[in-house]
């Protein structure tokens, strides 16, 4: 089975514009998975955050983003990626990547998951 594996968190301070990153574990290609990353902040429930087609030629968003989040998805190097602008408190989570045969925003859509990267937004 095809192991996700999330890079790319840490510490940063408000107004910081980290990358996560998401590829496969030992050498699987990501290449016909619709993915996309969710986040879980403490006490709360996992939510959508962004999802992009296998092609990487369509993507959604989760309304709370308001243009401060960019999902991409490089084929080539079986990466898929957010960039993050803009980071307030608020977004401190844990980011899951995720990766199925359906795009879209239900959870549901996808069969592989990571194990995470933690986020954490100082104010």
């Known amino acids: 089975q095809v192991q996700l594996v999330e890079s790319g968190g840490g510490l940063v301070q408000t107004g910081g514009s980290p990358r996560l990153s998401c590829r496969a574990a030992?050498?699987?290609?990501?290449?016909?998975?619709?993915m996309g990353w969710f986040r879980q902040a403490p006490g709360k429930e996992r939510e959508f955050v962004a999802s992009i087609t296998w092609s990487g030629g369509g993507s959604g968003y989760a309304d709370f983003m308001k243009d401060r989040f960019t999902i991409s998805k490089d084929n080539g190097k079986s990466t898929l990626s957010l960039q993050m602008n803009s980071l307030k408190p608020e977004d401190t989570a844990v980011y899951y990547c995720a990766a199925g045969a359906r795009y879209g925003k239900d959870a549901g859509n996808y069969d592989l998951w990571g194990q995470g990267t933690q986020v954490t937004v100082s104010s």
């Open positions: 030992s050498g699987h290609t990501l290449a016909n998975f619709a």
